[in-house]
């Protein structure tokens, strides 16, 4: 894919090698998606010189890359065969549908399993991308500090009966993309076939999202977190400081706790928990919340 990639200017390579070499965004189920999808979306981009233009050739038309069975190899010879159309969203479904294996048998997913699948595509093509999202909202009965409300914690494991979204979590994930020609990193929502950033978590972005919008509201105890696979680097290539997910995050309270939310209690087959086992993410937070007023950061 980088080879065959036209991406002009190309991407640093402190951007590539943690957000276009890896085969996985953390803790998803490890499969050999790149052959299959560079062979069947390759096409769509060939030649394109900005990652813009990737995006827009991928989920313009309805959202093109999701109609599988569209798109076949050079040289097939076999019969023509029906549509088979990914999705549709389905809130509540992570997990079992997380890796992109999961989504091509299932056949729908919801945020999370929708921006593994948008990101590993575009990283399957040559652009640099990676998920991105937020374990909390600052919304509803888990808004403000957890020392101040108590529901704060209940959220970031496993949320509540008395909240949509799966009937429990109060989060979402959307994907982020590297932009070759303004050399930033630029976002846009799942399930959706507009590369706007004018998204509904967000509304307008302008230096910080709309100060009413749930992305707007980020703050301490409601971060904006993309995983990365860099130990360590420049706040301006990878978008704000890496923190450690099992020494470094946690709640106003002290309290430890993970980005993975939908799956608190995941464990390896011996019973060792794994949710927060060489997990590391990038604070986005001071990017998204709105800086029209203070909050606590």
Excluded at 53 to 81: C, H, Q
Aim: hydrophobic letters at 35%.
């Amino acid at each position: 894919a980088w080879n065959a990639s036209s991406l002009w200017p190309r991407p640093p390579m402190e951007v590539v090698y943690p957000y276009f070499l890896p085969y996985a965004s953390y803790h998803e189920a490890r499969t050999n998606w790149r052959p299959p999808f560079f062979a069947k979306f390759f096409r769509l981009v060939e030649g394109l010189k900005t990652s813009q233009e990737v995006v827009d050739a991928l989920i313009t038309e309805n959202v093109r890359l999701m109609n599988w069975t569209a798109f076949r190899w050079p040289g097939y010879s076999g019969k023509s065969i029906g549509s088979y159309e990914l999705g549709p969203f389905a809130s509540g479904s992570t997990p079992p549908v997380v890796a992109p294996a999961d989504f091509l048998t299932y056949g729908y997913g919801s945020c999370t399993a929708w921006a593994k699948f948008l990101a590993n595509a575009l990283r399957s093509v040559g652009v640099p991308a990676r998920e991105v999202g937020s374990p909390c909202w600052n919304t509803g009965i888990f808004a403000g500090l957890a020392t101040q409300n108590p529901n704060v914690s209940q959220c970031w494991h496993g949320g509540t009966r008395e909240v949509s979204g799966s009937q429990y979590l109060n989060n979402h994930n959307w994907v982020e993309y590297w932009d070759n020609v303004q050399q930033t990193w630029r976002f846009l929502d799942v399930a959706t076939s507009s590369s706007s950033e004018d998204t509904w978590f967000c509304k307008k972005y302008q230096q910080g999202c709309d100060c009413s919008s749930n992305a707007g509201s980020a703050m301490q105890d409601h971060d904006i977190l993309a995983p990365t696979w860099s130990v360590s680097g420049d706040e301006s290539i990878h978008g704000g400081p890496i923190v450690d997910v099992g020494s470094s995050l946690r709640l106003s309270t002290g309290e430890a706790v993970s980005p993975l939310v939908w799956s608190p209690h995941l464990t390896s087959p011996l019973g060792l928990p794994l949710k927060d086992v060489g997990l590391r993410v990038v604070n986005r937070t001071d990017f998204y919340r709105c800086h029209g007023r203070t909050l606590s950061v």
